[in-house]
């Protein structure tokens, strides 16, 4: 069983920034792409950056390019999402999620094992 946990959400104003991390436990033995989904009120989920197993790879949502960076300690079996030049838009609870795919980074959530419970982010204008 794997078991993952999100933190480092909160209230910021925009313009500012958050750091996001995802630490997985349980089998942590099986290698993971990771990837970060975020769902606003009302709105379907969506989403965000993807990284391989390496961190050799990465994907991006044209929304947050050039203004979020994921990565990950497979160390510390943890993955990030630092997040600058926050938006009202990018408010949302954040879910991370991984996969036992070892292929390209992908943007579907369907291909997503894993979940965690969510963190929440709220960027006031």
């Known amino acids: 069983q794997v078991h993952m946990v999100e933190s480092g959400g909160g209230l910021v104003q925009a313009g500012g920034s958050l750091r996001l991390s995802c630490e997985v436990s349980?089998?942590?033995?099986?290698?993971?792409?990771m990837a970060w989904f975020r769902q606003a009120p009302e709105k379907e989920r969506e989403f965000v950056s993807a990284?391989?197993?390496?961190?050799?790879?990465?994907l991006y949502a044209d929304s947050v390019k050039g203004r979020f960076t994921i990565s990950r300690d497979n160390a510390k079996n943890t993955a990030y999402l630092q997040m600058n030049s926050l938006k009202p838009e990018d408010t949302a609870v954040y879910y991370c999620?991984?996969?036992?795919?070892?292929?390209?980074?992908?943007?579907?959530?369907?291909?997503?094992?894993?979940w965690g419970q969510g963190t929440q982010v709220t960027v006031s204008s």
């Open positions: 999620a991984a996969t036992v795919w070892q292929g390209p980074p992908d943007n579907s959530e369907y291909e997503y094992d894993y």
């Open positions: 349980g089998r942590t033995s099986s290698t993971y792409a």
């Open positions: 990284i391989s197993w390496t961190g050799s790879s990465t």
